[in-house]
């Protein structure tokens, strides 16, 4: 449950940053190549933000997909797993997208 | 909403309804890049956005920044072990330490959720050792590595090896500032495991197959496990091993002192 750390900093920057305001949203990306489970990090959002200026806030989850671009054949293409395979035949590719963990923003007030 | 990628965000709506849209640019697999609009700034309704725009693991990678820095000053190697329990890490840590005795000082950060139990082992086997009882957690992070250094005190020039709590996904996003990750899978578990924790092998430097003293009574085909293992990480070394009899112990001491 690696979440439950994830989760806990997003909520550590998040009340930090809002310096008391009540935190309505907070919205984050997490990349669909990341060991990251959506369903998990909402759960322990509500278990985290409990007591604090951000409980009851909505969370957000913006999923950029797999994507990777093939040095063979320089073309791009949809990863659907961390199986770093180009539809040409190469294993030569490095991943563009899907990667990220950040927090994007949050409302307050 | 991107029709060939559904990913959220779109032309249209976002977070808010007044104010101007911070747009940020993002990759897609198709034709056509374009940017989403994920966050409006503004003050009417619903209060007011605050862009971050920050990695969630910022923290833990600063402090991690600083383990590394600190370690590399020292002379000082550490390697951060990983596994699912029972593939044999502390048996192989034990051999190491045991041969290592006095060509070099090995130091080790023991990662358990609860018991002392393999820190005794380490200590039986001549290594100084912290233990590190993470309890509800499965990871280790960089702050326990930085306290579990401070109390380690190691001299210039040891290797530490940070046994990692038993767990083949959670460890692989926690960066401790070691200087190489190793993740040790046995011939008990299956050939595919590359494959079904694919994080914790795309995060790694080394794959120790152990146990290959077992190879004659199991179903395990090694060269198709490191197959599985280099097409989720091209770079990935791997080595067969038996910690109980010492067969290729040697090629890991061989990557440990490359390390240096
Ligand atoms: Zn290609």
């Known amino acids: 449950m690696h979440e439950l750390s994830i989760t806990q900093s997003i909520v550590d920057a998040v009340c930090e940053r809002a310096a008391g305001r009540p935190v309505r949203a907070v919205s984050v990306r997490v990349g669909m190549l990341t060991a990251v489970v959506p369903d998990s990090m909402r759960f322990c959002f509500d278990l985290t933000t409990a007591g604090t200026v951000a409980e009851g806030a909505a ?13 063979a054949c320089s073309e791009d293409f949809a990863l659907a797993d961390l199986v770093l395979l180009c ?23 | 909403m991107c029709g060939t990628c559904g990913c959220s965000g779109g032309g249209e709506g976002g977070t808010g309804t007044v104010g101007t849209r911070i747009a940020v640019p993002h990759a897609h697999p198709h034709d056509g890049d374009h940017v989403h609009p994920v966050a409006i700034r503004g003050t009417a309704g619903g209060g007011e956005t605050i862009t971050l725009e920050q990695r969630v693991l910022a923290k833990n990678e600063d402090l991690a920044a600083r383990n590394r820095s600190w370690l590399a000053e020292q002379g000082i190697v550490a390697v951060n072990m990983m596994s699912s329990p029972g ?14 005795a006095g060509l070099r000082p090995v130091a080790v950060i023991e990662g358990d959720q609860e018991t002392m139990l393999d820190a005794d082992r380490i200590k039986r086997a001549g290594s100084t050792v912290v233990q590190v009882n993470t309890g509800a957690g499965c990871h280790l992070d960089a702050e326990m590595m930085r306290d579990a250094l401070t109390t380690l005190a190691p001299v210039s020039g040891s290797l530490v090896l940070v046994e990692n709590v038993g767990n083949l996904v959670c460890p692989a996003l926690f960066d401790l500032g070691e200087r190489s990750r190793v993740v040790i899978i046995s011939v008990t578990e299956g050939t595919d495991k590359p494959l079904k924790y694919p994080y914790m092998f795309a995060a790694a430097d080394l794959v120790i197959i152990n146990k290959i003293d077992l190879l004659p009574y199991v179903d395990f085909d090694v060269a198709r496990c490191e197959e599985y293992a280099r097409s ?5 070394r791997s080595l067969a091993v038996s910690a109980t009899t010492g067969e290729g112990m040697r090629d890991w001491y061989d990557w440990v002192a490359g390390q240096y």
């Not at chain 2, 192989?92 to 045991?98: D, K, N, Y």
């Open chain 1, 59 to 71: 969370l957000e989850i913006e999923q950029p997909p797999g994507t990777a671009r093939c040095r």
């Open chain 1, 87 to 109: 539809p040409c035949g190469s294993a030569d590719v490095e991943i563009t997208s899907g990667r990220e963990l950040q927090i994007v923003s949050m409302r307050v007030g």
């Open chain 2, 87 to 100: 593939a044999g890490k502390t048996t192989l840590l034990e051999r190491t330490i045991r041969d290592f």
């Open chain 2, 232 to 236: 989720v990480n091209p770079a990935l």
